[in-house]
């Protein structure tokens, strides 16, 4: 029986998971379990609160060198930069955003983004990053060698993500957290300038007592609030509905380490409205409208020109599944494998 790769540090995923999550139980999968095989613990994952993520720190720390080891697997492969610091495992970690540096906030993990993140990186065997964008951050403010640093493309499910051929609604779609980075306060801005008044905005994404509430009460303020809807989670199946059902999305982040939301849009026929920050660029190329996300004003004129162009809305879902399909799990898991192989001692 051949050697496995690595061992896939799968802790981060759990019941509901989202990002980060979902990129890992996909590449895992595309790994396949026997050349990567894939640890499971329960009762880690961000939807477990604090409580959680100080369950899997230890378990990463106290329990896993040991489960590596016996293995028989040369490398670690963890899906974020998480990894044991004192028992001599050789780690590959993939490093999404360093958010929490860029953006630093006074939380409790404060100081798993100060600390212990930026050791994991600099005491990696390799670190993976998902965009030239994230690379030339964990160079810049971390320290990490460039030879240590390579970039792997991130992938989407295509049997999870297409068009379906569904009537667009008149409304906008926004995936993700409600994190200051994620610059809704201007994009409501936009909203509340936009000639249009026909649009509602769909905000889908994790809801932050720190931050949704403020959210809500600005839209409030601003007079749209009627044509505000705010949902917590949803489904593989309502998330896919929803991006079928869309005029389009809209990410007017102020930074953004990939932007796989952009990604599951454009396989499934979305036109996108992108900021221009960090590697949202990278992903959507010239398949999107740019957003200068600083200035709700240009927003606002970006979107209103979009919803009067039946010709630019065609265009840019034509061309969507097309600029997808240039990521693909298939492609970066066999890409990943190589690079496995010529970092296995």
């Known amino acids: ?120 990186l600099r005491r990696a065997r390799h670190v993976l990053c998902n965009s030239e964008a994230t690379a030339r951050e964990v160079h810049g403010r971390i320290g990490v060698p460039t030879r240590r640093l390579s970039v792997l493309k991130l992938g989407f499910n295509p049997g999870q993500l297409r068009p379906l051929g569904l009537a667009r609604e008149p409304e906008l779609l926004v995936l993700g957290r409600h994190d200051p980075h994620k610059n809704l306060r201007r994009l409501l801005q936009a909203v509340a300038a936009l000639r249009d008044r026909e649009h509602r905005i769909h905000f889908v994404g994790p809801h932050d007592r720190r931050y949704t509430p403020k959210l809500q009460a600005l839209a409030q303020e601003l007079g749209v609030a009627s044509r505000c809807r705010w949902t917590a989670w949803v489904s593989n199946e309502e998330r896919l509905e929803f991006l079928n059902r869309a005029r389009a999305l809209v990410i007017p982040s ?71 399909a240039e990521f693909s799990w298939t492609l970066t898991s066999a890409e990943l494998k190589q690079r496995l192989r010529a970092l296995s001692p």
């Open 1 to 120: 029986m051949q050697a496995p790769l690595a061992l896939f540090n799968g802790s981060y995923v759990g019941q509901r998971p989202t990002g980060i999550g979902v990129v890992a139980r996909d590449l895992a999968a595309a790994l396949g379990p026997d050349q990567v095989p894939a640890l499971w613990p329960q009762g880690m994952a961000p939807d477990q609160g604090s409580a959680g993520h100080a369950r899997r720190l230890w378990w990463t720390q106290t329990q896993l060198p040991a489960l590596w080891r016996a293995s028989g697997a040369p490398l670690l492969l963890s899906p974020l930069p998480e990894a044991p610091l004192l028992a001599g495992v050789p780690s590959v970690v993939l490093a999404h955003d360093l958010l929490p540096l860029r953006y630093p906030q006074l939380t409790p993990l404060l100081a798993y983004h100060l600390a212990y993140v930026p050791l994991v």
């Open 254 to 324: 102020l930074w953004e380490g990939f932007g796989l939301p952009a990604l599951e849009a454009m396989a499934c026929g979305t036109p996108v409205l992108a900021s221009t920050a960090g590697a949202s660029p990278e992903v959507v190329g010239e398949t999107a409208v740019p957003l200068n996300p600083l200035k709700p004003e240009q927003m606002a004129a970006a979107i209103d020109n979009f919803l009067r162009s039946n010709g630019l809305q065609q265009q840019l879902a034509q061309k969507g599944p097309q600029r997808a």
